[in-house]
């Protein structure tokens, strides 16, 4: 290779003319030196295979409305040629050009458009949590409200407190009964209950001029307070074990605890 051709290779003008940046002269020249030695013919066409290689290999795929309108340009774009023998069509060059460029704004649109997306699911995360946010807040202000509630009938004048512990039969059974009966309520704590069998419950009644009247079950999951059926005029409290599920009749044999409230 002499000297004059390797003096061209290193001068950048071919990158300069794949690029389509190349002045008149300039442009001349290249095509010049490309028809008349191979070794430029060479390296144009290397430099042209990389530059492919290297745009599909970084092609991003864009909104299909945007390639079909860069597609509709470029075959609307009047095709160029030179008169020159052996030279080749310029209008190669151009749509090699338009092609970088089109990669270019595709992916730039591209990724402007990943970035909305992800600020609208970043948007929709937030609004989420902040629903659900709001919906804790409204949560725990009920439950509030259930507390506050409880604390003013508890510390009510009117309501009494009854403590229930167990007998022989039921040593560690304790629970509290809060009664008002000006606002006709009635609550129960279970503090403690023994463990029974899995086919026998506790059963509270409410003592009613010697009928006794359910009040419902008791179990280790009403350690809080739970209203209870208030019963006027009764003359106490009653606990007793029962068959699994309760009993109609109160077994009075099986009574662990109980209270007089008058």
Not at 171 to 194: E, F, G, H
């Amino acid at each position: 290779m002499n000297e004059k051709i390797t003096t061209f290779l290193n001068s950048g003008l071919l990158d300069k003319y794949l690029m389509g940046t190349t002045t008149v002269a300039e442009t001349e020249q290249v095509e010049t030196y490309i028809s008349k030695y191979p070794e430029v013919q060479n390296a144009y066409n290397t430099l042209q295979y990389n530059l492919e290689i290297v745009a599909k290999s970084n092609a991003v795929e864009a909104p299909k409305h945007v390639l079909n309108n860069i597609l509709q340009e470029l075959d609307n774009a009047p095709v160029v040629t030179l008169n020159t023998k052996g030279k080749y069509k310029k209008w190669y060059k151009l749509s090699i050009a338009a092609s970088v460029s089109a990669l270019l704004f595709a992916a730039t649109t591209l990724y402007f458009y990943n970035q909305n997306q992800k600020l609208q699911n970043d948007t929709l995360v937030v609004d989420e949590e902040i629903f659900d946010l709001r919906s804790d807040i409204e949560e725990n202000n009920k439950k509030l409200d259930a507390i506050m509630e409880q604390f003013r009938r508890l510390n009510d004048p009117e309501t009494y407190k009854y403590i229930i512990q167990g007998n022989e039969r039921a040593r560690d059974l304790k629970t509290v009964a809060y009664i008002n009966p000006k606002q006709k309520t009635s609550m129960i704590d279970v503090v403690s209950l023994p463990q029974l069998p899995e086919e026998q419950c506790y059963q509270i009644w409410a003592d009613l001029q010697g009928k006794m009247v359910s009040l419902g079950i008791l179990s280790e999951a009403d350690r809080q307070l739970k209203r209870i059926p208030f019963t006027e005029n009764a003359r106490g409290l009653n606990i007793t074990i029962e068959p699994k599920g309760g009993n109609a009749v109160a077994s009075l044999e099986n009574t662990v605890a109980e209270i007089s409230l008058q």
